[in-house]
């Protein structure tokens, strides 16, 4: 069982916006920042939102995050067939010593 | 830029002992922090621990401390992932990837990737 929750698939048709959840607790997504990361089939994870809502260079406008509390969100607007992939959250933890925490991932499937 | 390059898949028996690699290039590699990750078949990520290439300063989870240790030669830019007794269900894909300075940065630079398969 994952440290931050995040629900297991997420669809939605191309042009549409969806939103991705992310919930955690006040030693890790309420003390820390959220990254986010894809994972297209066969590939590594790559970096898709650090520090909540930054973008690093490269990643298109089309992926937005935001963190409220003890829970985060990653949006993805303009959905194109190529988005399809998994989505992972995760934050620094600051109980038993700090150790970082990934959620337990939303697949994405654009109908 | 900072790149990863990790030791080729391996292949071992169960109760085995193993050490993959994760060799970096580029700039100020020593300031770096290096974590690993672990992905079952079919599964989601898991954050196994990070070290400090400085000082070799490590963090594990608690879930793979004791199971695991990693450790650093920073004279060749060089992370470890080591077991002493390898099981089955260690059997999995292993990600190095780096946050760069700071161990709470988001992992913009990732491994390739090494299959360990135990069987």
């Known amino acids: 069982q994952s440290v931050l929750t995040q629900p297991p698939s997420a669809s939605g048709t191309p042009g549409q916006t969806v939103i991705i959840s992310c919930s955690g607790s006040?030693?890790?997504?309420?003390?820390?920042?959220v990254h986010w990361y894809q994972q297209l089939p066969g590939a590594a994870p790559r970096l898709l939102i650090f520090?909540?809502?930054q973008r690093p260079s490269g990643v298109p406008d089309r992926f937005s995050g935001s963190k409220a509390g003890t829970s985060a969100s990653l949006a993805i607007s303009g959905l194109q067939s190529e988005d399809e992939a998994d989505y992972y959250c995760a934050a620094w933890d600051d109980s038993l010593n700090g150790q970082g925490v990934f959620g337990g991932g939303t697949k994405l499937t654009v109908l | 830029e900072v790149q990863l390059v990790q030791s080729r898949g391996e292949v071992k028996k169960p109760g085995e002992s193993l050490k993959i690699s994760c060799k970096g290039s580029?700039?100020?590699?020593?300031?770096?922090?290096i974590g690993w990750v672990r992905q079952r078949p079919g599964k989601g990520l898991e954050w196994m621990g990070i070290?400090?290439?400085?000082?070799?300063?490590?963090r594990y989870s608690p879930s793979f401390h004791g199971q695991v240790t990693i450790t650093a030669d920073k004279s060749i830019s060089t992370a470890y992932l080591q077991w002493n007794s390898l099981k089955a269900s260690d059997s999995a894909m292993y990600y190095c990837?780096?946050?760069?300075?700071?161990?709470?940065?988001?992992?913009?630079?990732w491994g390739q990737g090494t299959t360990v398969t135990v069987s």
């Open positions: 070290i400090y290439l400085g000082d070799s300063s490590t």
């Open positions: 580029g700039d100020n590699f020593s300031n770096l922090w």
């Open positions: 006040t030693a890790s997504i309420g003390a820390n920042t």
């Open positions: 520090n909540n809502n």
């Open positions: 990837a780096s946050p760069g300075p700071y161990y709470f940065y988001g992992m913009d630079v």
